[in-house]
């Protein structure tokens, strides 16, 4: 089971225990350009680690700067995220 409903498991998670979340971008989908620009619009609120996944997979994770962390704030920041990387896709 996946800790966002309607994603499979493996593509999205949250740690509460070290106050983070991460997404495994697909960059066939999505260029560096756009997770790049998802990132940087991310950089006010989260600190934003990019690292290679697998061939042709980056883990983007997000650990936001502000407290309280729960895990519906995580949640939160992975969706607005993945909006984010769609809209940076899509320009």
Known sequence: ????????????????SSG?????????LYPLDALYGAAYVFIDRCHVFLDRAGPGQVRVTLSPKAAPVDSAVLRSHVGEFANELLSCAWR
Not at 20 to 28: F, K, N, P, R, Y
Request: net charge negative; charged share 20%.
């Open 1 to 16: 089971m996946s800790d966002f409903e309607g994603i499979p498991s493996g593509i999205a998670g949250v740690d509460t």
């Open 20 to 28: 983070s979340a991460w997404i495994l971008v697909d960059e066939v």
